[in-house]
């Protein structure tokens, strides 16, 4: 479990730190970065990646899932707007919706991709096998 919660974290802040460099690349932030601003987004990132922790739950339907998830991740992202007095304006939800999807792309992307390696090594164990 402790190493579920270090990937979970680290790919959290993979995703955060990615986000946030996007924020910055479209000055969607209002002022310059500073230490305490950067800390946060780590801090968040780290909390989206516990949330993502849901996933692993074999008791609630996926949809249930996603929806804790997308609520847990809102929070976050709002809780950290307020921690640096950034306005929550109505484009917010456009960028945090833009995001969140990108992000869903990239990790089902990611997992396919993967899938398909572990597919493709099981399918040469089998030949080398058949080959015996």
Known sequence: MLKK???????G????SFSYILILLFKV????PTTANI??????????????LIFESDSLPWLAEFGIHFVGTFLL?????VFNH??????????????YVICWIIIRVR?????????????RRRQKRADK
Not at 5 to 11: C, F, G, H, L, V
Not at 111 to 123: G, P
Request: no cysteine.
């Open 5 to 11: 919660i270090a990937r979970n974290a680290m790919s």
């Open 13 to 16: 802040i993979g995703f955060g």
């Open 29 to 32: 932030q209002p002022i310059m």
């Open 39 to 52: 800390i946060s987004v780590l801090v968040m990132s780290v909390g989206i990646g516990m949330v993502s």
């Open 77 to 81: 992202v709002a809780g950290m707007m």
């Open 86 to 99: 950034w306005p929550i304006v109505p484009s917010f939800w456009v960028i945090f919706v833009a995001l």
């Open 111 to 123: 997992r396919y991709l993967q899938v398909e390696r572990i597919n493709t090594a099981i399918a």
